[in-house]
């Protein structure tokens, strides 16, 4: 049996709380993995013990300790805000001011025009706007004027209107009705 005001057992090892203390500074006192350890001079990061450095607000990234107030934690991995009045986001490792950028296919990219609007999207790892380009193969195409959004399609890096045209293998464009040519 564990008595609970002179010891504590973390994952089936019971440790003694040092008889010294306070019911309060014995309170302080957690489990991480088998290991006990003091709250408010240390925490847990993923079953290791860490010294804190700065207070409690920090919070464990990749088995380290960072303040969030001044960093993100971006897949484990510790990055600066660098002093942004914006908020920041992850784009796996690396850190984004979505208003001006945008993460695609894993990279932080620059919106085209600079800021970025609803219709603001990814095409492979370039953005576009989806108001008035379309993206085919990766690459950002402008749409046929005085053509619906919803007839335009790709045929390769071309855009064609559907209701008129037939794309044939991703390669040429035939007038809708007729056969593609496959020499």
């Known amino acids: 049996l564990v ?3 002179k010891e504590l057992c973390c994952s089936g090892v019971v440790h003694p709380l040092p008889s010294d ?3 309060e500074q ?3 006192f957690a489990c991480c993995g088998n290991q006990i350890f003091r709250n408010d001079i240390q925490a847990c990061c993923g079953s290791v013990v860490v010294n804190r450095t700065i207070s409690r607000t920090e919070s464990c990234c990749g088995g380290e300790l960072f303040d969030p107030s001044f960093n993100l934690c971006c897949n484990n991995h510790v990055q600066p805000k660098n002093h ?3 908020p920041l986001k992850c784009c796996g490792t690396n850190v984004f001011d979505p208003k001006s950028q945008k993460c695609c296919a894993g990279y932080v990219v620059n919106i085209m025009g600079g800021e970025y609007n609803y219709n603001t999207k990814c095409c492979g790892i370039n953005t576009y706007d989806a108001s008035s380009h379309i993206c085919c193969s990766g690459v950002p195409v402008r749409m046929i ?3 619906m959004i919803s007839y335009q399609r790709c045929c390769g890096l071309d855009v064609y209107d559907m ?3 037939t794309c044939c293998n991703q390669e040429s464009r035939v ?3 007729k ?3 496959y020499y």
């Open 3 to 5: 008595d609970i005001t």
């Open 84 to 86: 942004s009045s914006n």
């Open 26 to 28: 014995q309170a302080e």
């Open 175 to 177: 007038p809708k009705g």
């Open 145 to 147: 004027p005085n053509v």
């Open 163 to 165: 209701t008129k045209w």
């Open 21 to 23: 203390l306070t019911f």
């Open 179 to 181: 056969k593609c040519s």
